[in-house]
């Protein structure tokens, strides 16, 4: 991993990372669609860029922590988009 690291970049290896654990999860659940699967690399950037360094040097990780921390980010985030989506959806029509 840390060559990989060397080799093309921390937040690369972050965003591919969150890429494959979202499509980890939709392996086991195939009915995500393709749409989610961009998402998820989506949020890999985003964590990568935002999320994952604070949280690295909060805790004092070594960088190879990254790319596990982003692959967690992708299968969950991937996990919650369809949760996220209804209460987004309730909120616009006047629900909760």
Same mark, same amino acid.
């Given at each position: 991993m840390e060559a990989l690291i060397l080799a093309i970049g921390a937040k690369t290896c972050c965003?591919?990372?969150?890429?494959?654990?979202?499509?980890?999860n939709w392996a086991v659940n195939k009915t995500i669609k393709w749409v989610d699967l961009l998402l998820a690399v989506l949020v890999g950037w985003i964590a990568a860029e935002f999320f994952i360094p604070p949280i690295?040097?909060?805790f004092a =990780?070594?960088?190879?922590?990254?790319? @596990?921390?982003?692959? /967690?980010? #992708?299968?969950?985030?991937?996990?919650? =988009?369809?949760?996220?989506?209804?209460? @987004?959806?309730?909120? /616009?029509? #006047?629900g909760k």
């Amino acid at each position: 991993m840390e060559a990989l690291i060397l080799a093309i970049g921390a937040k690369t290896c972050c965003i591919m990372a969150s890429g494959v654990g979202g499509m980890c999860n939709w392996a086991v659940n195939k009915t995500i669609k393709w749409v989610d699967l961009l998402l998820a690399v989506l949020v890999g950037w985003i964590a990568a860029e935002f999320f994952i360094p604070p949280i690295m040097k909060h805790f004092a =990780l070594d960088i190879v922590w990254g790319p @596990a921390i982003a692959f /967690i980010i #992708g299968y969950c985030g991937i996990r919650l =988009l369809p949760v996220l989506e209804e209460r @987004a959806k309730g909120m /616009i029509r #006047g629900g909760k």
